[in-house]
């Protein structure tokens, strides 16, 4: 069948609404396998139950992910766009089933991080389909609740994930927090092919191998010299300058070259539209703390505090029901107050909560957690849907993959460097921390340096020891919960630059205007449905 965009914009597809309960469904396994390999961190790290993975290994086991999603999230919004995104959302589904069957059965670290990263090129493949045909299907008037329904789905799939991987953890092995994806990814095949429509871009654009590499190749290189600053504890090694260098120069070639290219993956015009940069940026930033800051909560609440994986998630739900409460009434907020109040005001909050999580201690009442969670998770329903919709309502219609493809690799390299800085700051902070106890421990000078990597090794060493370990657990989980405080109080000043970023850049709400439709939004879209 075959409907003129314009027609499109006022009535929308007949089946929209279940199309997008379908994308939605497709996008949770993606998600959720994310928060889910946050709560079995602590098990994949131990030496027994686990893989005896180490705090630089954790790291790229959720960067590798990130870094060739964030990679590829061009080349497929693009590759969609041209041959049809309900036949790329399938061919990404069959991908990130596999990948996650065999990190199931990872034997070791570098076996779950490759697999991770084959995960990647799935989620790459499905993450754009969805937002693109969310904007063919829905009309210009229903876009934002739809967007906002749809970033509802995607929290939700984020914070329940704790909770499913406690569950998992608590009765299976550490592999079932990826076998649970894959009778996932079967169910949504099915509904996919029964109810979404095929649609394609009428006027595709010509895809840029050179760009992705460069940016795979930038992005990779410079986390790893992060990663192995925090690793070493220095940055003045040659196995972190010289990455990190290679990683920029390559990161401003990828720019210098996309500027000059009439067809780059990564169209930096569009950051001439004020609402667009700041939209991106504040997503950037917003990630960049939100999974610094997790990536340390998963070890206070297992290790410092004694809660099992099924407790921890537990304890993570009122981000869950703040996120899936207030992400769908978000577009009211925006409506009613303008996009720069409400992002101005919940970059704010965040900010507060994140510097709250820097008086926490080894005994703050959990029901004040409780209350810093929740809090957090409204700050994020009323961050993501405003500007998910400002950057997809700032480009033509034609282009919502690409679009989407932009403010998603956005959000997961600003959340793989989060981990990768963060984490690194952290792990120097508690080495630091951590040293004199060491020293006066009398270990031999290899476990010194193995038990100073992070809280895990310390306690796993500590546990081995028996009765001559017993002395570190205490003053290590004591270092942690004051490196804690360093990362989460660096998070709050980040969050607090951008909430300034956007009341300099973001147009307020008497300054917003309608997209004035493009050329070949004006031309026939093939929608086969």
Excluded at 31 to 59: F, M, W
Excluded at 376 to 398: F, Q, S, W, Y
Excluded at 404 to 425: E, K, P
């Amino acid at each position: 069948m075959s409907q003129q965009p314009d027609r499109l914009d006022q009535t929308g597809h007949p089946r929209r609404w279940r199309i997008l309960g379908v994308l939605i469904f497709s996008l949770f396994a993606v998600v959720l396998d994310n928060t889910i390999l946050n709560v079995a961190l602590k098990t994949i790290a131990d030496p027994v139950e686990g893989l005896g993975a180490r705090q630089s290994e954790l790291e790229w086991a959720i960067n590798s992910y990130t870094l060739v999603f964030a990679g590829l999230l061009f080349a497929f919004g693009v590759i969609g766009d041209r041959t049809g995104r309900k036949r790329m959302l399938l061919i990404g589904m069959v991908l990130f089933g596999l990948a996650s069957l065999a990190g199931a059965y990872a034997q070791n670290p570098t076996q779950l991080i490759i697999a991770r990263a084959l995960m990647g090129v799935g989620g790459a493949a499905i993450m754009p389909p969805t937002l693109a045909i969310i904007s063919n299907v829905f009309p210009a008037q229903e876009r934002g609740k739809a967007i906002g329904v749809w970033a509802g789905g995607v929290g939700l799939a984020a914070a329940v994930g704790p909770l499913t991987g406690g569950l998992l953890i608590e009765h299976f092995w550490w592999g079932s927090v990826f076998l649970v994806n894959v009778p996932v990814v079967l169910i949504g095949m099915s509904l996919i092919g029964l109810i979404v429509p095929e649609s394609r871009d009428a006027n595709p654009p010509r895809l840029d191998p050179i760009g992705v590499l460069l940016s795979i190749v930038g992005l990779v290189a410079l986390t790893y010299g992060i990663i192995r600053g925090g690793e070493l504890a220095t940055v003045a090694s040659a196995e972190v300058l010289l990455p990190a260098i290679l990683g920029v120069a390559v990161l401003a070639a990828f720019v210098w070259y996309e500027r000059r290219i009439d067809h780059p993956a990564f169209d930096v015009t569009h950051f001439r539209d004020p609402r667009f940069s700041t939209a991106i940026g504040m997503i950037g930033i917003v990630f960049f703390a939100m999974m610094g800051g997790m990536f340390f909560l998963v070890f206070y609440l297992q290790i410092v505090r004694g809660y099992s994986a099924l407790q921890a998630g537990a304890l993570m739900m009122p981000f869950a029901v703040a996120q899936l409460t207030f992400a769908p009434l978000s577009q009211r907020v925006v409506t009613r107050f303008g996009a720069k109040t409400s992002a101005t005001v919940s970059m704010i909050a965040l900010s507060g909560i994140l510097a709250c999580y820097a008086l926490i201690d080894r005994d703050t009442p959990i029901l004040v957690l409780e209350v810093l969670f929740f809090i957090h998770g409204v700050a994020m329903a009323n961050l993501m849907p405003p500007a998910t919709t400002a950057i997809m309502d700032a480009l033509p219609r034609e282009k919502a993959g690409v679009g989407s493809a932009m403010s998603n690799t956005v959000r997961q390299v600003g959340g793989a460097l989060g981990v990768a800085i963060l984490g690194s700051i952290l792990s120097v902070a508690y080495r630091d921390g951590i040293a004199p106890t060491l020293a006066a421990s009398g270990l031999p000078e290899h476990l010194k340096h193995a038990a100073g990597e992070s809280l895990a090794a310390t306690v796993g060493i500590a546990q081995e020891l028996g009765e001559r370990g017993a002395g570190l657990i205490e003053p290590a989980k004591t270092v942690f919960v004051d490196s804690m405080h360093i990362t989460a109080l660096i998070s709050a000043v980040i969050i607090l630059v951008g909430a300034l970023v956007v009341v300099r850049w973001l147009p307020g709400k008497a300054a917003r205007s309608p997209r004035i439709p493009s050329e070949p939004e004006k031309r026939e879209e093939t929608a086969v449905g």
